[in-house]
């Protein structure tokens, strides 16, 4: 049986000078103010812990909530039969930067707890898990560019050798105010083949254009 992407969101900025972000889903595309607590408010988020977050964990919760929007993911799946595996190129580099700035000064140090607890690059993962309630094997991986053929190839892996019944899939970046996601969602094939997106190296790449 194939593989398929049944739905993804891939969030990005045109420019890192460009006030709106374009989140484009199965369902289209559209250009959203950049604002976190805007873009909150467009999804329709009812989640108080998202101001808690760090900005990756943020745009993480955002894409997920978009792959998931009128959508029954689960579809009778155990929270234990769905993985996630993510990968990002600077790993939670952002927010060590800001939990720097509570330290770097002698006379006003103060280590930042609440910022310090999201200086872990698969922190955005583990948010996701808590949200959705998610709780089958898991990845994070490190790599310089988008690494489609090893994120195919693992959840590929997840799904026909350790039988999870689902993988959330994808590249949540960002730096510099600059969000850089691609969340998708895996499945064995239950749609006519005309309608089913294969999951491969290519449409991952695909995807992240």
Known sequence: MTNIISRFCRIKKVSSADTHIVIRTNDGEESVDSDLTSVYKH??????????MDDLSKYGILAADYLFKGYNWKQGYEDTDIGI????ASGSLDTDVEFNKTINNKELFFPSPAI?????????????CIRYK??????FL???????????????HLLDVKNARAVIVGWA?????????????AEKNTLPAKDATELS???IELLYR
């Open 85 to 88: 595996i993510l990968s990002n």
């Open 142 to 156: 490190l790599s310089e560019t988008l690494p489609a053929e090893q994120l195919a190839n693992y959840a590929t």
């Open 43 to 52: 999804v329709g988020l009812d989640y108080p812990k998202f101001f808690k």
């Open 116 to 128: 310090f607890v999201y200086t872990l690059s698969n922190i955005v993962m583990g948010e996701i």
């Open 201 to 203: 190296s290519m449409q």
């Open 134 to 139: 998610i709780k089958g094997e898991n990845i």
């Open 173 to 185: 970046e960002y730096r510099h105010g600059v969000p850089d996601v691609l969340l998708m969602y």
